[in-house]
């Protein structure tokens, strides 16, 4: 290998390890069984990636999406949903225009939630929910909110947060919390000045929002 891994995860049920890296200039996956304490299998991505972006699932899951280098034509850029116990391509979701910068299961299993990588041009719905089961957009939420490089779900409740642009033009970060059922928005954090948040998240007994910004950590009680 000339470069080391951009990339690494780990699935829901502990079994399998995913790291992304180059090989002879092409970005490919390398699948490992932690229990056996060996290499699986690896699977070139799209030619000309650049960067690919990972998130686990519950069990043995994990959704994929190809980040390409150039300005290019504006495309949609794929989801991938890969079982990696099976070692297949279970499904492939549409995925944004412009790419995707974040993505995130929900605890349950059943949704994907993604948000788009770039501003310029804007994504008219730059967060999305996604049904892994049947493939289909199960919702899509309009602003100026990207790029959306952190997203989030609550460890019971059907709500989620990203971390993307305040949508005003105005430097900085937003936290928002959101509805996965009507795409309703329920909290708003907008930093002050310039100001970025570095995480976000939810704590995983309690459901509070945390995240670090201002070089302090906040706390919420969304549902006080």
Known sequence: ????????????????????????????????????????????????????????????QMALSAIERGSGPIRLKPIALVDLRARKIERMLPGQA????????????????????????????????????????????????????????????????????KGTGALGSAVRLWSAVDGRLIFEYLTSGQAIVSEVSFHPLTGQLLLTADNALHLFDILQ
Request: aromatic share 8%.
């Open 98 to 165: 412009l790419g995707i910068a974040s993505m995130a299961w929900s605890p349950n299993g059943q949704w994907l939630a993604s948000g788009a990588s770039s501003e310029q041009p804007h994504d008219p719905h730059p967060i999305r929910i996604w049904d892994v089961v049947n493939g289909r957009e199960k919702l899509a939420v309009s602003g100026a909110y990207s790029p959306v490089s952190s997203v989030a779900w609550h460890p019971t409740l059907p709500i989620f947060v990203t971390k993307g642009a």
């Open 1 to 60: 290998m000339k470069d080391i891994a951009q990339s690494m995860i780990v699935t829901g049920d502990r079994c399998f390890a995913a790291l992304n890296t180059f090989v002879d200039r092409q970005l490919i996956a390398l699948y490992f069984d932690l229990k056996k304490a060996e290499f699986v299998d690896a699977v070139p991505t799209l030619p000309g990636a650049s960067a690919l972006l990972m998130a686990a699932g519950p069990g043995a």
